[in-house]
């Protein structure tokens, strides 16, 4: 079925069909919509969730990891400062192999206060132990929510579905809806072995860890995290067979014979893909590569997809104040790193606190590229991109 | 299922929890916590009343009673916090420094 959502009715929508037993409900914005959506399901019987309104976005994870801990199957949604409310709790929740789903409407970090998007609130969370999944569209906020849940009950990690403040929560698309028996059928039911309401075995949640145990569980908790690869995979797969939509670790646009190549997150995939068609037809040979998946990182895959690249675009838009470039871009030179031959690589740090980019933008990000293709001078490695600065016209 | 009592400081990783999570109550009954203790509670018997008082503010259920009158302390268990000294009306309980039971 065919119809018109935001990406935040797309997200609540998937809850409704999904009928999750508990909501921890707290708003910020820009994800606010997401339990207000929610909260009139509830009100109008269409699901039967206990939807728990809390004091903050502290107690809304601790309501979700309490009543994942008790058997039932528990959702949240928060954005940029309520995830950094978050910290401590998220922690907890991957660490005691609760597999929370927590939509994450990005959105950029305070201060300076800011209510537009960029990926600094996700980014600061990216080794929390939680599977991190993002979405370019309203589409992909939709489908991406179905299949996180058979993901991260399967290997038990909790699991941040993304989308893009703004961009992708507010702006209205048109977007292809299952069948909710269909979804029902699909994400199961929550069947964990053990849970604290199973009456025959009590059971102790987050106990102390002593040193003896816990570097243990550190391991046992990277291992999930190695095989949630696999298990993405594995469901997305089965998740074509009822869309008819593929998706991979990345999205590969254009990349069969790509020279010059951006690697991005989220919505601005988009306008990339946009820039790319039109470069294309100009004779240049650009590519795009979207990462979906941040946590587990695709290395290896993302590795082989630059392989016959000449100079490649990592574009962050989250800073990560390393003073060695952002957090994509850590990730994507240490991919590479293995590789006998290595693209030209650079960071560009774009579109933080809702900084617009546009296709044109895109075209320059390829100018700097073609240069560094052509003359073997990569100048600055890690720069920025859209602010001002002295000396450039307005 | 995996058992408390097959856990230890030399089980590999794969046979641990995936949480560290127990799946069995009381067990921490089996685990000697008296080490912790630097300061020791003496029950001195004669001087105790029975009257129960000190019982229910052991915060470690370290004072067993058997048909209506305390015992002495669960050493195991006692940390020494002392609160069963302060607040035993009769001087029935002496706390002496060090862990050691005397």
């Given at each position: ?86 910290y401590e709790l998220l922690y907890v929740a991957a660490s005691s192999r609760l597999p929370i789903t927590l939509a994450c409407v990005n959105r950029a970090l305070s201060g300076p ?282 | ?102």
């Amino acid at each position: 079925m065919s119809i018109c959502f935001s990406g935040n009715e797309a997200v609540a929508y998937a809850m409704k069909q999904i009928n999750p037993d508990v909501m921890g409900a707290f708003p910020i914005t820009p994800s606010t919509e997401i339990p207000e959506y929610f909260a009139k399901y509830v009100a109008n019987g269409e699901v039967n969730t206990e939807y728990v309104t809390v004091e903050s976005e502290h107690s809304s994870m601790s309501v979700c990891i309490a009543a994942e801990a008790a058997g039932a199957r528990a959702v949240s949604a928060t954005s940029s400062c309520g995830l950094a409310l978050m910290y401590e709790l998220l922690y907890v929740a991957a660490s005691s192999r609760l597999p929370i789903t927590l939509a994450c409407v990005n959105r950029a970090l305070s201060g300076p206060i800011n209510i537009n998007n960029d990926h600094s609130d996700s980014m600061g969370a990216r080794d929390a132990g939680w599977i991190q999944i993002y979405a370019e569209n309203n589409q992909e906020a939709y489908d991406n929510f179905i299949m996180a849940m058979p993901v991260g009950e399967n290997v038990r990690l909790p699991v941040m579905t993304c989308m893009d403040g703004f961009i992708t929560s507010h702006a209205v698309e048109n977007i292809e809806l299952l069948e909710t028996d269909v979804v029902r059928k699909f994400v199961g039911e929550y069947k964990p072995e053990n849970y604290l309401l199973k009456k025959e075995n009590p059971l102790a949640v987050g106990p102390y860890d002593i040193s003896a145990y816990y570097m243990e569980h550190k391991v046992m908790q990277a291992q999930a995290m190695k095989m949630a690869k696999a298990r993405i995979l594995e469901v997305a797969a089965q998740f074509e067979k009822i869309s008819g939509r593929h998706y991979g670790l990345l999205d590969e646009y254009r990349m069969e014979d790509a020279e010059l190549a951006l690697v991005l997150i989220g919505s601005s995939a988009g306008t990339a893909k946009a820039a790319i068609d039109k470069l294309r037809e100009e004779g240049v040979k650009a590519g795009l590569i979207k990462v979906r998946v941040f946590r587990p990182f695709p290395g290896e895959e993302l590795a082989k997809a630059l392989s016959n690249t000449k100079a490649v675009a990592v574009m962050d838009k989250s800073e990560g104040f390393s003073a060695n470039g952002g957090p994509l871009f850590a990730e994507t030179r240490n991919a590479l790193f293995d590789q006998k031959e290595r693209p030209y690589l650079i960071d560009i740090v774009y579109g933080l606190g809702g900084r617009d980019f546009k296709v044109e933008d895109v075209e320059k990000v390829f100018g700097r590229l073609k240069n560094i293709a052509a003359t073997g001078e990569i100048g600055p490695v890690y720069t920025h991109f859209g602010h001002r600065q002295r000396g450039e016209q307005a | 299922m995996i058992h408390a009592k097959d856990i230890n400081e030399h089980t590999p990783y794969e046979e641990l929890t995936p949480g560290g999570e127990i799946y069995e109550p009381g067990t921490a009954r089996g685990f000697n916590t008296g080490t912790w203790r630097t300061d020791t509670p003496l029950f001195i018997a004669d001087a105790c009343k029975h009257c129960m008082l000190c019982v229910p503010f052991c915060p470690d259920i370290a004072i067993p009673v058997k048909d209506g009158k305390r015992l002495d302390f669960d050493y195991m268990h006692c940390k020494g916090c002392g609160i069963c000294e302060n607040v035993c009306p009769f001087s029935a309980i002496k706390m002496v420094s060090g862990g050691a039971v005397v």
